[in-house]
């Protein structure tokens, strides 16, 4: 099968070299001319170091490499997303399988990966979401990895599943994308909260009480926006809430850790160094959740902290002294489920 994946940052890169290492004809696409040449040069990305680009990975900055892919996979971070779907739309084949793998959700319009792509391409071809916990790191050394490929058409998730799926890199399929998407995106808001915990100094107990409840908030809100409350107990969910909150190869984690230490969320950003998504995903998260009237404390906190400026301290007193309730009392576990 040909392949483009649209976008050389070390995810973009990781699943690159999976889709090759599957014996498929591969192009690396950057939108700097620049930059592929450098790669073409070096065989190697910076951000994924020590890991050699296989000789068969083609690399190239000229969109023209998109007219015979039957596979595309759009890896650029979210905020590009609608820049570089639209400027391949005149290039994708109408039969192309388009992947998306990048996790967050546009600003002011709260639209997801792949309908951002549906809209720039006119909804000529199948889309897919591609999530998981997955760091690209681990992925690019042949660490274990699952993911989930969603779709509402069940043979093109299919397709992408045998696409990716080999040995070390475990693809389930799901027909729900809504739900896969929302949990990839917004659980960086609790992989930036989880953070700020650490660089306050709490510890493991505290972590576990953040996930849980925060995780039941999303799953909350990714139901009434049409996603299965299942799927965020599942790889997309859980899972990478899980590989998120928890490791230093998380931009988000390391942002909340610096805004802990005393950082503002500014500065913080700045010197991770790259895009912090759930930063932007806080906001995303405040106008879905008021969009359909729900009440989300954990993550209404996050944004209060983020974009108004509220003591950290303060947040944790509000939130350990809420008014008593259930554990499942509107929750996405039901008792007796």
Known sequence: MKAVVMGSGGWGTALALVLCANGHEVTLWSHNPEKAAALLQSRENPLLKGVRLPDDLKISGDLLCL???ELVVFAPPSYA???ISAKAAPYLRSDAVLVSVSKGVERDTNLRMSEIIQETTGNRCKVVALSGPSHAEEVATHMPTGCVAACPDGTAAMLVQDAFMNEVFRVYTSTDIVGVELSG?????????????DG???????????????MAEL??????????????????GMGDLIVTCTSMHSRNRRAGILIGQG??????MEQVGAVVEGYYAAESVKQLAERKGLELPICRCAYEVLYQGKRIQDVTTELMTRTKKG???SDWVYPGE
């Open 200 to 214: 306050m100094g709490y510890q493991d107990n505290t972590k576990a009480l953040l996930m849980t409840r925060a």
């Open 185 to 197: 995106a917004l659980k960086n808001v609790v992989a930036l909260s989880c953070g700020i915990c």
């Open 263 to 268: 950082l503002s969320p500014k500065e913080a």
């Open 219 to 236: 799953a909350r809100l990714g139901e009434a926006l049409g996603g299965d409350r299942r799927t965020f107990g599942g790889l997309a």
């Open 67 to 69: 007219r015979e892919a």
């Open 81 to 83: 997303m609608r820049t």
């Open 327 to 329: 554990e499942y009392d």
